[in-house]
């Protein structure tokens, strides 16, 4: 099990890249076929020489290693001058349904007491079950055999960049070679073609040596696998060395192969203590079968924060104050109002199917606006020509002294609005290697601040299509966003001391441009940035996620 532990608090150790390694036990044919190694490719380089085509299981996962099994697992680690060490026993059973029970069982004395080691055990184990379908996550143009003049054989491949967990996205620089001596499996190596950081951790050297040995049943199985790895944390040097050893193999065939007395007895103690670990998960539902297919499924339960600026230029159309309409005093067409909204929002949500998320959110919406009205004069217009009328020039006069009620200009009316926000929503999306597409669409109501009336929902949609940087585990992505704001807004003010109904036609194009990206921080966390632009309106929108 060469993988990395990752707390569930969220604090990652480098001290979890090696421990508790184990390999599956899978039987090797001895049927060997005509072929030229150098005319094969891919898995045909596995069944010339008899072996099991899944056999990267065997650095990927611990618990094919039998349905029923005790495994032995030490762990030193050495960070700066600070020494760790720590050892426990997993102990694996599975029923006549396939239902997996898996226990730790450890003495407190042989646990560090400076790490929580029993619950990283329990977070990695339920990580090391899904690795399971992972048996496909390997580059099959990279298989190749080297056939050497005293009749050894030396496979190597390595693993894909594709499809790989973010808990085990390390593999993709890791190289595999497995050596046969007589058509049979003598021991494999796994090690890194470069440095590579996982969180905090700067990895420099990763080195994985696997001895087999075989059952009498002719199961061929692990006999030790050691890992040391070299690194740096926070700029001390970090060293950890790792190794596991089976115990017992209990077969239904064959019966009990008992590979060490002693600790089989040391387990066996009813002194012992021991935790259940949780494997399987409810949601998403059918995850299994798309990690079969070598798809990177995120963690299904996920909160997150997001902030949006959100700049809207609004032309007018029509005017209508408490059912009286204003367009003969107030020009529509002259008329802007400029808007700026920020909504601070949270969210909550679960990958319902591996494609298919729903989410709730609740926030805040402080709105500022400035409209500027451009007024025709015609009220001030009206009254001349009706004291004209009465005595000559004395509307003119009035219009003299009272010039701003006759004449053209511009009102400005400052605005601040406070709104409570509540929405549902959901996401499908579909991918293939680099390349993924995806539709979010929410629905969303807003409820002036002192108020009990929610006013209308607001449809917002998101198609996007992506490219993602596997590397870097970072997508990048463009699209559009449409918002279903209505030809028409209506509502009830109260700034200070004025009260009234309002209902304004407005001429807003309903989409925008869209690009952005996401980061994946480590297993859990994410960051997220978009940014639209429209006709009418640009926003800004910052997202930060945890996922578990």
């Known amino acids: 099990m060469n993988n990395l532990f990752s707390n569930r608090k969220p604090k990652h150790t480098l001290l979890s890249l090696a421990l508790f390694a184990a390999i599956s036990g899978n039987s090797f044919a001895n049927e ?17 020489y008899g072996l099991d085509e899944n056999i990267p299981k065997l650095a990927m996962s611990s618990l094919l290693q039998g349905e029923h099994l005790v495994e032995y697992a030490t762990r030193t680690i050495k960070v700066g001058d600070d020494v760790r060490e720590s050892s426990v026993y997993l102990v694996k059973d599975t029923d006549a349904k396939g239902n997996i029970d898996l226990r730790i069982k450890y003495s407190p004395d042989a646990l560090d007491a400076h790490e929580d080691v029993i619950d990283e055990i329990e977070n990695f184990t339920r990580t090391e079950y899904r690795l399971r379908d992972y048996a496909e996550s390997y580059d099959k143009s990279s298989i190749k055999a080297d056939e050497k003049e005293d009749g050894s054989v030396v496979i190597s491949f390595d693993y894909s960049k594709y499809g790989l967990p973010q808990d085990i996205a390390y593999f993709r620089f890791l190289s595999v070679e497995l050596t046969l001596e007589n058509g049979k499996p003598t021991q494999m190596r796994i090690f890194n073609r470069q440095p590579f950081s996982y969180d905090k951790y700067s990895v420099d050297s990763y080195e994985q040596d696997i001895e087999f040995s075989v059952l009498p049943s002719g199961k061929v199985i692990l006999a030790s696998k050691n890992t040391e790895i ?7 040097l970090v060293h950890v060395v790792s190794s596991i050893e089976p115990v017992a193999i209990y077969e239904d065939n064959s019966g009990v192969n008992i590979l060490d007395h002693e600790r089989l007895e040391h387990v066996s103690d009813p002194r012992m203590r021991e935790q259940s670990v949780d494997l399987d998960r409810v949601f998403p539902l059918m995850g299994d079968m798309v990690r079969r297919q070598g798809i990177d499924l995120p963690l299904p339960f996920g909160i997150s924060a997001a902030y949006r600026n959100q700049n809207m230029n609004i032309p007018f159309t029509d005017f209508v104050i408490e059912g009286v309409g204003l367009n003969d005093l107030f020009d529509p067409l002259g008329s802007v109002g400029v808007v700026n909204a920020e909504s601070f929002t949270l969210r909550g949500d679960v990958n319902i199917l591996p494609f298919w998320n729903v989410y709730g ?40 002294e009272v010039s701003m009620l006759c ?79 209505d030809a028409r807004m209506d509502g009830h003010v109260v700034a200070g001391d004025i009260e009234f109904d309002y209902d304004i036609g407005v001429n807003l194009d309903n989409w925008a ?36």
Request: charged share 20%; aromatic share 12%; hydrophobic share 35%.
């Open 230 to 236: 070299k690194g740096t944390s926070k700029k001390k």
């Open 361 to 400: 959110l609740v926030g805040k919406i402080n709105v500022d606006a400035q409209v500027d009205a451009e007024y025709t004069g015609a009220a001030g217009e009206a009254i001349r020509d009706k004291l004209n009328n009465k005595i000559p020039h004395l509307g003119d006069a009035f219009c003299k």
């Open 407 to 485: 004449n053209k200009g511009n009102v400005h009316v400052p605005l601040h609005l406070e709104y409570d926000l509540v929405g549902m929503g959901t996401t499908l999306s579909v991918g293939y290697k680099e390349f993924f597409a995806s539709v979010t669409g929410s629905y969303t109501k807003t409820r002036l601040k002192g108020t009990d009336n929610w006013g209308d929902g607001i449809v917002t949609v998101q198609p996007m299509l992506g490219y993602q940087l596997v590397d870097y585990r970072t997508q990048l992505f463009v699209g559009a966003e449409y918002q279903g704001l």
């Open 513 to 548: 441009y869209l690009v952005g990206f996401n980061k994946q921080i480590g297993k859990h966390y994410n960051l997220t940035a978009l940014y639209s632009k429209g006709e009418t309106r640009d926003s800004v929108t910052l997202n930060f996620g945890y996922r578990f």
């Open 32 to 48: 060997s076929s005509s072929t030229q190694p150098e005319a094969l490719s891919g898995k045909q380089v596995f069944a010339h």
